[in-house]
């Protein structure tokens, strides 16, 4: 069964930083870009970052270019979300997916809260 | 990377077919075929619902279709049932190898 398990969410303070992880089963993790996702409280999905299979290519929204960065370990099966110099619109709920076949989001994890707050 | 605009809402009885919208720009859903919508009951993580503009993954409903025109995707849902009530995300990848996700529409059935 295909899953994927984000942990590492929790309060922050502005300026702080905080990593995410996002544990992968049931397929083959290191044959697949993976993205993160993210979403206010109450609010819509806002695309994060994307990572290519091998980690060679990374893109970012503008959102967060220069503060997050995304990575990979592809022996421990494993997304990691680097975040530097959050900031109070940085609060959501951080989801993890797998990019399949062409450009799209399947499956998605459950979501880790990051609430950035003094 | 503004967000593609949808209606805030959209209603409809039992029975009846609704369409949302998903407006972007030549540099995203004009451009692109991978156009996708998403399903997203509260508190639970979206679940992809049409991909590459029109195609559905094994397991959704056929009730649910999508097209393009132009600078505009659409998602119908025909048959409308209470289920079907929640909210929906469309999504397209972009010229600059980013992605950007549609700013959701609430569907109630009435």
């Known amino acids: 069964q295909v899953q994927l398990v984000e942990s590492g969410g929790g309060v922050v303070q502005p300026g702080g930083s905080l990593r995410l992880s996002c544990a992968v089963s049931?397929?083959?993790?290191?044959?697949?870009?993976i993205h993160w996702v993210r979403q206010p409280p109450g609010k819509g999905l806002e695309w994060v970052a994307i990572?290519?299979?091998?980690?060679?290519?990374?893109y970012y929204a503008d959102s967060v270019k220069g503060r997050f960065t995304i990575s990979r370990d592809n022996s421990k099966n494993t997304l990691y979300l680097q975040m530097n110099s959050l900031r109070v619109e940085d609060t959501a709920l951080y989801y993890c997916?797998?990019?399949?076949?062409?450009?799209?989001?399947?499956?998605w994890g459950q979501g880790t809260l990051v609430t950035v707050s003094s | 990377q503004s967000a593609l605009t949808q209606p805030a809402s959209v209603s409809g009885s039992p029975g009846q077919s609704i369409t949302i919208s998903c407006t972007g720009t030549?540099?995203?859903?004009?451009?692109?075929?991978?156009v996708s919508w998403y399903q997203q009951h509260p508190g639970k993580a979206p679940k992809l619902m049409i991909y590459?503009?029109?195609k559905r993954p094994s397991g959704v409903s056929n009730r649910f279709s999508g097209s393009k025109s132009g600078n505009t995707a659409s998602l119908t849902i025909s048959g409308l049932q209470a289920e079907d009530e929640t909210d929906y995300y469309c999504?397209?990848?972009?010229?600059?190898?980013?992605?950007?996700f549609g700013t959701g529409t609430q569907v109630t059935v009435l």
């Open positions: 590459d503009v029109n």
């Open positions: 997916a797998r990019e399949a076949d062409s450009n799209y989001f399947d499956p």
């Open positions: 030549s540099s995203d859903v004009g451009g692109s075929n991978s």
């Open positions: 049931g397929f083959t993790f290191s044959s697949y870009a």
């Open positions: 990572i290519s299979y091998d980690g060679s290519n990374k």
């Open positions: 999504s397209s990848s972009t010229s600059s190898s980013t992605y950007v």
